[in-house]
């Protein structure tokens, strides 16, 4: 069974840092790209960041590059999304994504974790 | 970048009803759409990819067409679970990935 399970978030103050982790069993994680998508208390769905599934290509939104570092270590079958320089605009739900894949990115999200509230406040 | 706009914004229907959903592209984007449904609470759940592929696992009320900029998603028979909140998501210009605003399914 595919698992995707999102720790790390938290209350944190304008302008620190947090780094979130998606754990990832029942599947070849090193074969599929994974991506990080938000939703805002009450809001909509935002694509984060994309990254392939050997780290060859990384993407980023436009409202969080600079900001944040997407990675992963396929040994450890994880995901991360490092977040510096935090904004109250980035409180939100984060949940890390599966594309359908494997091998080639679809675009296309087919497993879920929970999701993880960080919440940026002072 | 792409700009996805679903219509309508919420919904009113009863358990039986037939509901369809739309969604349109700022720009064409082929068949690379997808639809999601999520609960209160919980995680999007892929329904839909490809514009009209049917994800493993999903009832085959569900439904999908479209291409271009002009997309549906159609539920044939509502039943109770399918009360929730509705996306649309392009995949071919990337990045970045967008989605719709959403689509509120309510009980009428």
């Known amino acids: 069974e595919v698992q995707l399970v999102e720790s790390g978030g938290g209350l944190v103050k304008p302008g620190g840092s947090l780094r979130l982790s998606c754990a990832a069993s029942?599947?070849?994680?090193?074969?599929?790209?994974m991506n990080w998508v938000r939703q805002a208390p009450g809001k909509g769905l935002e694509w984060v960041s994309s990254i392939s599934s050997s780290s060859s290509y990384i993407y980023y939104a436009d409202s969080v590059k600079g900001r944040f570092t997407i990675s992963r270590d396929n040994a450890k079958n994880s995901l991360y999304l490092q977040m510096n320089s935090l904004r109250a605009e980035d409180t939100a739900v984060y949940y890390c994504?599966?594309?359908?894949?494997?091998?080639?990115?679809?675009?296309?999200?087919?497993?879920w974790g929970q999701g993880t509230l960080v919440t940026v406040s002072s | 970048d792409i700009q996805m706009t679903q219509s309508p914004s919420s919904v009113s229907a009863s358990v039986g009803d037939r509901v369809t959903i739309t969604c349109r592209a700022s720009q064409g984007i082929s068949s690379w759409l997808a639809w999601y449904q999520q609960k209160p609470g919980k995680a999007p759940k892929l329904l839909i990819y490809a514009a009209s592929s049917l994800q493993s696992g999903v009832p085959s009320r569900f439904s999908g067409s479209g291409s271009g900029t002009d997309f549906t998603l159609t539920i044939s028979s509502l039943q109770p679970e399918d009360f929730a909140t509705y996306y649309c998501q392009q995949a071919n210009s990337f990045p970045p990935y967008t989605f719709g605003q959403g689509t509120k399914l309510e009980i009428k």
């Open positions: 994504a599966r594309d359908l894949g494997p091998y080639d990115s679809s675009g296309y999200l087919d497993y």
């Open positions: 029942g599947f070849t994680f090193s074969s599929y790209s």
